[in-house]
């Protein structure tokens, strides 16, 4: 069907355009081709391709109370994103075929920062990027906690449970009183926020009776337009971390010599863990190592380890405080890793005040610094840069990383690409990462990334993992691997789904869980 065929078939006829346009103005609605920038940039193979039928881009709470007015009279599925940069995993793309993408990017102030409490309250459409030179700008001497590319958002990297560096790695874990606005309308503020001007909103999440704001996270069942982020007073000193390993059968010791360290807090933070591949590409492109057909063999991937200097595994994770108790942990952590035997850890010393420019590139992330670099790694395979991530957690112990990297790297090699990848350890928990880069203009290679993704996901689930984060167009195939008791889980979910949002605006199909209103289904994507 072509694109606005779609589109009316989901209720956007003229008269709900021109209403959505009374609520932003024309500037802010975008519809037909127009609205195919919100479409996942780095679609691939057969997957569903879902195009939104509009992109609407309200600028306050009141603006987005408007659009939701709409959505209702209209029965419109609507989908949303902070900032849609969440590439790899769709970026702003809606489960749903001809859905109204609703992006908060205009909604983009940084409305409070307080040094004393350690914490920022932004809205969503604040990147990383710009909460660092909000920062910056007015002196405030604090350290956030970014992921590898800071193009995204604080609130949405934390509501899709992403993470970053440093000792407040965890974003949704620390994010402290939301506003919410539901699919009704109203404007709801969790935890002490409920309590009309109180000063302990972003200090104290429990507020009084249950919590809501783990409902918010991967959900359907509000929009988020404000959120207190935590962030830590700038520490004395930061010592950075790069240890590398002689061996490619080093991760599962590696990670079982990190654990005790991260769960005693000697390691304030996570510890991520590549192998050569996945840090070349951050350096390189493939055709400079191997150009054979298939993914690179042993000794290709040897000699570039050699050649770049890089180990086979490599951990980078971050110590921080005051010098004495900086210099202390890291002694405890270079004792440790002598059980390992071929590895060798670098460090590089940086006071908490560190100007951006003058440190070292590869130590960014660990000091909160914001960057866009590590996007080349996209163009390992050359072409028309694009990918994907493929994300499973498991325990923290060698027996079963050893078992993932076997299953993840095999399946991803019998692909004819090359295994990128590693594991970030949270302490007794670690999500295995599979890094995906393909050329978007090949047909072959992105029909095959489609095939991966789906072994991936069977072959994980038979073996009793499950990933934590997907690209819409898998949601349905992993929530089906959460299924104890008859997917009571899920169930509950709906019924949540069900009682908030009985006409299934928002996000219908996210994370598995849809609507019950009729035509509005898996079925009818
Ligand atoms: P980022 O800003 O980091 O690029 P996205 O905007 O792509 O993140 O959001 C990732 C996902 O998180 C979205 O697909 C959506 O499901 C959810 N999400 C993002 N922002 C909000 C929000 N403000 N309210 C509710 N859900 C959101």
């Not at 309200?58 to 939701?68: I, N, Q």
């Not at 007073?233 to 240890?243: F, L, M, N, Y």
């Not at 010599?257 to 996945?278: E, F, H, K, M, W």
């Not at 095939?451 to 992993?478: C, N, W």
Request: proline share 6%; net charge neutral.
């Amino acid at each position: 069907m072509p694109l606005f065929a779609k589109a009316q078939a989901m209720n956007l006829n003229e008269r709900a355009l021109a209403a959505l346009q009374a609520c932003v103005g024309s500037e802010h609605l975008r519809y037909h081709d127009d609205a195919r920038t919100h479409a996942d940039p780095y679609a691939f193979g057969s997957v569903h391709r879902a195009h939104p039928g509009a992109v609407v881009l309200p600028a306050s709470v009141e603006e987005l109370r408007a659009v939701l007015a709409v959505a209702r009279e209209h029965r419109l599925p609507l989908w949303t994103v902070s900032t849609g940069r969440n590439l790899g995993y769709g970026g702003a793309s809606p489960r749903t075929d001809g859905a109204v993408v609703v992006d908060l990017q205009r909604m983009n102030r940084v409305l409070e920062v307080n040094e004393e409490l350690g914490y920022a309250v932004v809205e969503p459409g604040v990147r990383f990027l710009d909460l660092y030179a909000h920062l910056q700008q007015h002196g405030h001497r604090m350290l956030m906690s970014v992921p590898d590319i800071g193009w995204g958002s604080p609130i949405g990297n934390a509501l899709e449970r992403g993470f970053g560096y440093a000792p407040l790695w965890d974003h949704s874990a620390h994010l402290c009183g939301l506003e919410v606005v539901m699919a009704n309308g109203r404007v709801v503020r969790t935890g002490m926020g409920a309590m009309e001007g109180n000063s302990a909103w972003h200090l104290y999440k429990g507020g009084f009776g249950p919590s809501i704001d783990g409902l918010l996270q991967q959900s359907n069942f509000g929009i988020v337009t404000r959120a207190g982020v935590n962030l830590m007073r700038q520490p004395e000193s930061v010592v950075t971390c790069h240890v590398k390993t002689a061996s490619p059968d080093d991760v599962g010791p590696l990670l079982a010599l990190l654990r005790p360290l991260l769960l005693d807090g000697t390691i304030q933070s996570n510890a991520i863990i590549g192998n050569a591949t996945v840090i070349a590409s951050m350096m390189s492109e493939r055709p400079r190592w191997w150009t054979g057909p298939g993914a690179m063999p042993e000794h290709a991937v040897a000699a570039m380890a050699d050649a770049l200097g890089l180990g086979r595994w490599n951990a980078r994770f971050g110590l921080y405080g005051h010098p004495g108790m900086t210099i202390a942990r890291s002694a405890i952590v270079r004792d440790a890793l002598r059980a390992l035997p071929g590895a060798r850890m670098e460090t590089r010393e940086y006071s908490g005040d560190i100007d951006p420019a003058k440190a070292h590139p590869a130590d960014h992330a660990q000091l909160g610094i914001p960057g866009t670099a590590l996007v080349r790694m996209a163009a390992w395979r050359g072409g028309n840069p694009a990918h994907t991530d493929f994300s499973l957690v498991c325990p923290a112990t060698e027996a079963h990383a050893t078992r993932q990297l076997g299953l993840i790297q095999s399946t991803v090699e019998a692909q004819g690409f090359d295994y990128a990848g590693g594991f970030t350890l949270g302490g007794r928990h670690a999500i295995a990462l599979a890094l995906l880069s393909f050329d978007k203009d090949n047909a072959d290679e992105s029909a095959r990334v489609h095939t991966l993704f789906e072994q991936l996901i069977d072959k994980s689930v038979a073996a009793g993992y499950a990933p934590y984060r997907a690209h819409p167009a898998f949601m349905d195939r992993i929530s089906q691997a959460y299924g104890f008791n008859d997917h009571a889980l899920r169930d509950v979910a709906e019924s949540i789904k069900n009682a908030l949002d009985p006409l299934g605006i928002l996000s219908p199909g996210k994370q598995g869980i849809w609507p019950g209103r009729p035509g509005l289904n898996k079925d009818h994507t």
